[in-house]
């Protein structure tokens, strides 16, 4: 099975900071990816899909990355209300797979 | 507007079996694959199971192969998991949600918790 490893598993930055997050697979998956963001209690929500694709509706702040094995996600200037958990998943075959999640605080 | 609305969770013993339905509205069920995903307390996503379109082709996460059983009735635009001898590392907030084929819409989630 193939697996997806996120880095880091938590990260604190300021409002306005650059932020990345890295998807790495454990086998290439083209551009099968996406990114989700959950906030405490609530359901996960799509940010971004094929690798790079955005989201209708999603802020354009958020952007993706990559192909075959290494996958970044990116919010370009932080905001208060991205403090959430961040999951990646590939989805081109079973098992479908998640990343560990990243949690993202504001310091 | 495209609703995903769980329901049928709750408490139950090891060994216990449950059935959770997902209602959906807003869009054509037939139209798409759909799936199972889990969140046990404080932890990560965990994908569980998916369906194809006709219902015939279902695959699952060896952590449930052969107790749980993924299905869909499009007629009642609805898709259910029957989970069967349920153990406490079943405990978990059960999501549904449409695959296109990433996950573009998700219930809001179903509690499940197997305890004596």
């Known amino acids: 099975d193939i697996e997806m490893t996120q880095s880091p598993s938590s990260l604190s930055a300021h409002v306005g900071d650059r932020v990345t997050i890295t998807c790495r697979a454990s086998?290439?998956?083209?551009?099968?990816l996406a990114w989700y963001q959950q906030k405490p209690g609530k359901a996960p929500k799509l940010l971004i899909y094929a690798a790079s694709t955005l989201q209708s509706g999603v802020p354009s702040r958020f952007s993706g990355s990559g192909s075959g094995t290494d996958f970044t996600l990116t919010i370009s200037s932080l905001q208060p209300e991205d403090v959430a958990t961040y999951y990646c998943q590939k989805y081109n075959s079973a098992p479908i797979t998640f990343g560990q999640g990243t949690r993202l605080e504001i310091k | 507007e495209v609703q995903l609305v769980e329901s049928g969770g709750g408490l139950v013993q090891p060994g216990g079996s449950l059935r959770l339905s997902c209602a959906a509205s807003?869009?054509?069920?037939?139209?798409?694959?759909m799936h199972w995903v889990r969140q046990a307390p404080g932890k990560g996503l965990a994908w569980v199971a998916r369906?194809?379109?006709?219902?015939?082709?279902?695959t699952y996460a060896d952590s449930v192969k052969g107790r749980f059983t993924i299905s869909r009735d499009d007629a009642k635009n609805t898709l259910y998991l029957q989970m069967n001898t349920l153990r406490a590392e079943d405990t978990a907030v059960y999501y549904c949600?449409?695959?296109?084929?990433?996950?573009?819409?998700w219930g809001q989630g179903i509690l499940v918790t197997v305890s004596s």
């Open positions: 807003g869009f054509t069920l037939s139209s798409y694959w």
């Open positions: 369906i194809n379109l006709d219902g015939r082709i279902t």
């Open positions: 949600a449409r695959s296109d084929p990433q996950l573009d819409y």
């Open positions: 086998q290439g998956i083209s551009n099968n």
